[in-house]
């Protein structure tokens, strides 16, 4: 089965800040891969699908990039309501496979 | 507009069974890639099943037979047979299906509120 590393677990940013995430997967996926982001309580939501297309309605601030085995997710400049957790997915055949999420909190 | 409604979540005893259904509008369920997710207390998400449109089923290695997805065509819903419980099921279990674009086949694109899995030991 291919692997998913999420990295980092956790980070601590300010309002305005350009946060990175990453996502290696174990082999190639193409770029079957998706972002979610999720607050407390709530159903997660997609941001990023196909590793770079924007899903419809979410802020251009988030951006992601990457194919094969390598994969980032960039906010920016970091917004209040942006402070959440955040999962990589790859679906690439089965078994899909999430990141072990990162934590996006306030400095 | 597409909607998916989980159920069925309860509290139930280690090697119980618990049946979750997802009612789904606004497609037809046997058109559609279905994906079962689920997201223990304080933990990450985790892929649990999924349906493709071909009826093919696959499921993660630790509920495999245990767990097993089909469709109720006439309700439109897609149904979750959980047999031999076990206190780490104990999850909010989330159905979700694919975009109607070529470009997001096979994503969780829209996805239901979920339902709350408990299984005392």
């Known amino acids: 089965d291919i692997q998913m590393t999420q990295s980092p677990s956790s980070l601590s940013a300010s309002i305005g800040d350009r946060v990175t995430i990453t996502c290696r997967a174990s082999q190639g996926i193409g770029n079957y891969l998706a972002w979610f982001q999720q607050k407390p309580g709530k159903v997660p939501k997609l941001l990023i699908y196909?590793?770079?297309s924007l899903q419809s309605g979410v802020p251009s601030r988030f951006r992601g990039s990457g194919s094969g085995t390598d994969f980032t997710l960039t906010i920016s400049s970091l917004q209040p309501e942006d402070f959440a957790t955040y999962y990589c997915l790859k679906y690439y055949g089965v078994p899909q496979t999430f990141g072990q999420g990162t934590k996006v909190e306030v400095k | 507009e597409v909607q998916l409604v989980e159920s069925g979540g309860a509290l139930v005893q280690s090697g119980g069974s618990l049946r979750l259904s997802c009612a789904v509008s606004?497609?037809?369920?046997?058109?559609?890639?279905m994906t079962w997710v689920r997201q223990a207390p304080g933990k990450g998400l985790e892929w649990v099943s999924v349906m493709f449109r071909n009826g093919t089923t696959h499921y993660t290695d630790s509920v495999k037979g245990r767990f097993t997805v089909y469709r109720d065509n006439p309700k439109n819903t897609l149904r979750l047979q959980m047999n031999s419980l076990r206190a780490e099921d104990t999850a909010v279990y989330y159905c979700a299906t694919d975009g109607s674009d070529a470009s997001t086949w096979y994503v969780a694109y829209s996805w239901g509120q979920g339902t709350l899995v408990t299984v005392s030991s």
């Open positions: 196909a590793a770079s």
């Open positions: 606004g497609f037809i369920v046997s058109d559609k890639y």
